[in-house]
């Protein structure tokens, strides 16, 4: 029964990492008015939220074989990091009523380099030593 539902969750995990991915754009731009001007940190508790939101991301994507020859995954890494670029750009926009932060892009590129060397890099080094 668990090997079945993990055939149909495989089967089903590029729609899932897609949505997951639009819910990140979506309630990283929901405006929040009223919010206070940033001052630049990464020990504030959102920013280990970004790292493992785009953690979480970038293993999905990865899992999820999008890019199908892509050996090394630096198209499922390029395209994580320009989502969280795009969101952080797009909320220092003044329509959506947030800020930019160097800090949550710098947690999100985090969480991204994070998740490609322990399920990237670190596989293949293994594999090829």
Not at 78 to 99: C, K, N
């Amino acid at each position: 029964m668990l090997t079945k539902n993990l055939l149909v969750l495989k089967k089903h995990l590029p729609l899932l990492v897609f949505l997951y991915t639009i819910g990140i754009i979506i309630v990283s731009l929901i405006p929040i008015p009223n919010l206070p001007l940033p001052e630049f940190s990464l020990l504030q508790p959102d920013k280990l939220f970004h790292f493992i939101v785009y953690f979480i991301m970038f293993l999905g994507w990865k899992q999820s074989n999008f890019f199908k020859k892509d050996k090394l995954y630096l198209k499922c890494l390029g395209t994580v990091f320009l989502v969280g670029l795009f969101t952080e750009f797009s909320q220092g926009t003044p329509f959506i009523e947030r800020y930019f932060e160097l800090a949550d892009l710098l947690a999100n590129s985090l969480g991204i380099l994070f998740s490609y060397v322990i399920f990237v890099l670190y596989p293949f080094k293994k594999k090829h030593a």
